[in-house]
């Protein structure tokens, strides 16, 4: 956990000349195989966060690290899953899960065999001939996340991904990311709205607080590894809850 995944230097950005800042001298750190939670109300700067580490947005000051690296061309380096999961429609699951290949020139007969090799660790053998209409909505986030993995970075941003659907599939596929994650220890940064999802989650949550943001507030989750969804009823984590929703509280009236 000491070497570095993602690194913000004394960043800036604001959209348009004149504008107040959304980042302003803005540090964040994220060490390699973390699993970091952003929580903050909407238009706090979480989306435009993401942005920057994707290369989407270029900060007006200071620098991006990834990996240790200093890192001007970001695009492809990470890994993204909407919100939504925009499967292609016209596309099967198998096709849908390579694009990542095939955009890196990897020719549709290997890019399917890595597909297949995969299936089974996801809970999707079987379905790789069938449409994403075919499919429910946690099993078509499964796809998602399947084709985030393929892009081979080892750093993954999360937005939302869970927030669509039912309260009983959103804590099945919760439990299963964890289990994902664990097994291959990718970096992960995950936005949510829902507090008790970041503290199941996550090993640190990352809270904006103010606009425009120099730092983040950090709480570290004091759960050991495996843990479950029982383990939220602690008093130290209702405790922590309290907190974060009363810290979300007062940004929102500001």
Known sequence: MNKSALTFQNVSFHYEEGNTPILQDFDIHISKGEFVSIIGPSG????TLFKL?????????????LRGQLATNRLG?????????????????IEN????????GIKKREAHQ???????AFGLKGI???????????????????????????????????SALDAITRISLQEWLIAQWQKRKETILFITHDVNEALFLSD??????????????????????????????????????????????????L
């Open 44 to 47: 706090s700067g979480k989306s």
């Open 53 to 65: 580490v994707t290369g989407l947005e270029q900060p007006t000051e200071g620098e991006i690290f």
């Open 77 to 93: 380096q990470v890994g993204y899953m909407p919100q939504q999961d925009l499967l292609l429609p016209w596309r099967t699951i």
């Open 97 to 104: 899960a390579a694009l990542p290949l095939e955009i890196k």
């Open 114 to 120: 890595q597909v297949l090799e995969l299936l089974e």
């Open 128 to 162: 790789e001939d069938c449409y994403p209409s075919d499919l429910s909505g946690g099993m078509r986030q499964r796809v998602s996340f399947l084709r985030t993995i393929l892009t081979g970075s080892q750093i993954l941003l999360l937005d939302e991904p869970f």
């Open 204 to 253: 640190r949550i990352f809270v904006f607080t103010e606009t425009p943001s120099s730092k983040l507030e950090e709480v570290k989750v004091p759960l050991e590894r495996p843990r479950n969804l029982k383990d939220l009823n602690k008093p130290a984590l209702l405790e922590m809850k309290d907190y974060l929703i009363d810290q979300l509280r007062k940004r929102m009236k």
